[in-house]
T-cell receptor, first 114, second 111 residues
């Protein structure tokens, strides 16, 4: 069964450094998402992306964050200058369409900021 | 801001018993998805409910979407140890771009 894949599974970075999290969504899906889950807290929406542009973003997704689909398969989340509070699990998801279509999640990248 | 509250947060039962997990909101959702998440993994989709009052069954799991599309429940019949895990509900807003997640219900089924 097709799945969303994320790399790396764990990323350790010094505070202030840039980090890029990578995702390969399911191949025929058109909508892509990033969520994060801080330890012990709810899964939170960060951003949705369609047709090479952001369709919606949350308050969390400030100027330090950016997303890109650099080619036909990858979808990336960049954090320019990481902060301690960016430490979390970051999940990528994709769906065929939006609305009633289910979102399928990858296994996440654990980001640890030192 | 849309919020989803799940209850209970934790449920421990014996094998063979039934259980129900609730997901409630004051907001209307266009659809609601139930996921199961294992430690170290991403949420795995169980079901999507779309229509108010809709009931879906997945083997021993029964999912219901409230008539007003503000709440949902997951009922497990004759629970088995393999049902142990974290169950998450997530609602899609009108635009359908984002999911709002509940806090999760951790289920433990003891043999």
């Amino acid at each position: 069964e097709p799945e969303v894949t994320q790399t790396p599974s764990h990323q350790v970075t010094q505070m202030g450094q840039e980090v890029i999290l990578r995702c390969v969504p399911i191949s025929n899906h058109l909508y892509f998402y990033w969520y994060r889950q801080i330890l012990g807290q709810k899964v939170e929406f960060l951003v949705s992306f369609y047709n090479n542009e952001i369709s919606e973003k949350s308050e969390i997704f400030d100027d330090q964050f950016s997303v890109e689909r650099p080619d036909g398969s990858n979808f990336t989340l960049k954090i320019r200058s990481t902060k301690l509070e960016d430490s979390a699990m970051y999940f990528c998801a994709s769906s065929i369409f939006r609305g009633h279509q289910p979102q399928h999640f990858g296994d996440g990248t654990r980001l640890s900021i030192l | 801001t849309q919020l989803l509250e799940q209850s209970p947060q934790f449920l421990s039962i014996q094998e063979g018993e039934n259980l129900t997990v609730y997901c409630n909101s004051s907001s209307v959702f266009s659809s609601l998805q139930w996921y199961r998440q294992e430690p170290g993994e991403g949420p795995v989709l169980l079901v999507t409910v779309v229509t108010g009052g809709e009931v879906k069954k997945l083997k021993r799991l029964t999912f219901q979407f409230g008539d007003a599309r503000k709440d949902s429940s997951l009922h497990i019949t004759a629970a088995q140890p393999g049902d142990t895990g974290l169950y998450l509900c997530a609602g899609a807003g009108a635009a359908g771009n984002k999911l709002t997640f509940g806090g999760g219900t951790r289920v433990l089924v003891k043999p």
